[in-house]
């Protein structure tokens, strides 16, 4: 580079953030993919606990429609700690999850460019700008990662209702392993596990409409693709909005699966599967079911991914730059 990137100037920065050097490490890669999912999931952390409350109708008693007063009624009730159960589980798979989900994005997305279009590129990353191919990429990194964070997921969204027999005095790590513990003397290893299927069949649409719409927000936004973080903020923010809305039912299914064993109601206790879990949630709550937590979703994907794709692109900067 010939300048700092970082300069003030009166003009925009000419700097091509996806164009980075051939011999761009794995390693930073994985550095800025970890630092883009801790930074997502915890940021928001209160408002997906809001959104699994929502969902599964926790204690018994269904919280206030608004976000802010089922904040303040769980602060209230049990203290403002409760709002932060379960981030350890985030913070601990979250790093590894994203570091695979970003670099199977990048290369696959490369792979995909070098094979369907005239473009060839040694890179892991390239610049080419094509919202469908960014789709079939994000399914595949989808794929990798969950396989990563489907336990910890579990973890996070039990620790979240807090039903938990842990102490309360017990730190954070404390909790997780107990957590785990009991969830594989009751329930067995599958437990861990018996989302995975739904959490692919929501997260892959999720992703596809997530990185297409944002691949295409970019280039609208961004035509001359120059560096500057707040179209990231911009096209991620609306990206993750639109997706997350329109995966929330399967979202609402996933739920239900992973905190199956600490529900109240008999019917979701038995659910073993996508289609047990959606009859039960009918039976349960008709349609409405499935539109529970949607508010929270939204709230918690629009600046989520936006923080994502920002951190992400800055950890690239920092790590990657001449």
Known sequence: MAEHPHMLSAEPIEIDYEALPDDASIAAHLLAGA?????????????????TRMQMIALGQPLSKSVIGSISKISSLEGAYALWRGVSSVVLGAGPAHAVYFSVFEATKTMLVNRLTDQKSTKIVTDESHPLIASGAGIAATV???????????????MQLGTSTTAASQSQSAKLMKTAAQIYRQE????FFISYPTTLFTNIP???LNFGFYEYLSQLLNPDNKYNPYYHCISGGIAGGIAAALTNP????KTALQTRGVSQNELLRSIN????ASKALLK??????FARGIKPRIIFNVPATAISWTAYEMAKEVLLRD
Do not use: N, W, Y
């Open 206 to 208: 999720f992703a596809a």
């Open 284 to 289: 349960q709550g008709g349609m409405g079911a």
């Open 250 to 253: 399967l979202d609402c299914i």
């Open 144 to 158: 990798a990662s969950d396989a990563l964070m489907t336990p910890f997921d579990v973890l996070k969204q039990r």
């Open 35 to 51: 630092f883009a999912g801790i930074m997502e999931h915890t940021v928001m952390f209160p408002i997906d606990l809001i959104k």
């Open 188 to 191: 067995g290893l599958s437990a």
């Open 273 to 276: 599967g996508f289609v047990s």
